[in-house]
């Protein structure tokens, strides 16, 4: 399994931003620009949350059973993959998520006077951080999971 590249986050970023950005300016010259929904910075919150609860427990759990403790919960690697696989699919919905409300969030800039406006960009802010966090608990989740490096490569097998 590849590890998630930053850069790649970045560019679903830019990308959603600008295209959302575009999009909010010729919606709003058509018609009335969708509002930005209270709920997406909690669900957001939540599969931040739900991520960084599932790494710590891994990370617990890998430290018992390194640590040999009588009765240590092992990591099943099946369980471990399919966490990754979650972490990794939820930072990339997050990256484009973020951009997609920052691009509205920068479009919203331009008319913070407007109470409803003003409101409609903190929600986009607040959505934006809370799919920073689940970015960062995505990759804080894949570096829990990250099998140790062999350190015998390049070496010849001992007879």
Same mark, same amino acid.
């Given at each position: 399994?590849?590890?998630?590249?930053?850069?790649v986050?970045?560019?679903?970023?830019?990308?959603?931003?600008?295209?959302?950005?575009g999009?909010?300016?010729?919606?709003?010259?058509?018609?009335?620009?969708?509002?930005?929904?209270?709920?997406?910075?909690?669900?957001?919150?939540?599969?931040?949350?739900?991520?960084?609860?599932?790494?710590?427990?891994?990370?617990?759990?890998?430290?018992?059973q390194?640590?040999?403790?009588?009765? %240590?919960?092992?990591?099943?690697?099946?369980? !471990? &993959?399919? =966490? #990754? @696989?979650?972490?990794? *699919?939820?930072?990339?919905?997050a990256?484009?998520?973020?951009?997609?409300?920052?691009?509205?969030?920068?479009?919203?800039l331009?008319?913070?006077?407007v109470? %409803?406006?003003?409101?409609?960009?903190l929600? !986009? &802010?607040? =959505? #934006? @951080?809370?799919?920073? *966090?689940?970015?960062?608990?995505?990759?804080?989740?894949?570096?829990?999971?990250?099998?140790?490096?062999?350190?015998?490569?390049?070496?010849?097998?001992?007879?």
């Amino acid at each position: 399994m590849k590890q998630l590249r930053l850069k790649v986050l970045a560019g679903l970023f830019l990308v959603a931003g600008i295209l959302s950005w575009g999009g909010a300016r010729l919606w709003d010259a058509v018609g009335t620009l969708p509002s930005v929904p209270l709920a997406a910075p909690i669900v957001l919150a939540v599969i931040a949350v739900v991520l960084t609860a599932t790494a710590l427990s891994i990370r617990a759990r890998l430290k018992a059973q390194r640590e040999r403790r009588p009765g %240590a919960k092992g990591v099943e690697p099946l369980m !471990a &993959a399919r =966490a #990754v @696989v979650f972490g990794q *699919a939820s930072a990339l919905v997050a990256a484009l998520v973020a951009g997609l409300y920052g691009g509205v969030g920068v479009f919203l800039l331009g008319s913070l006077d407007v109470p %409803a406006r003003r409101d409609q960009a903190l929600y !986009a &802010a607040a =959505a #934006v @951080v809370a799919a920073f *966090a689940v970015i960062a608990a995505a990759l804080f989740l894949e570096r829990v999971c990250k099998l140790p490096e062999d350190d015998d490569k390049g070496h010849a097998p001992a007879t």
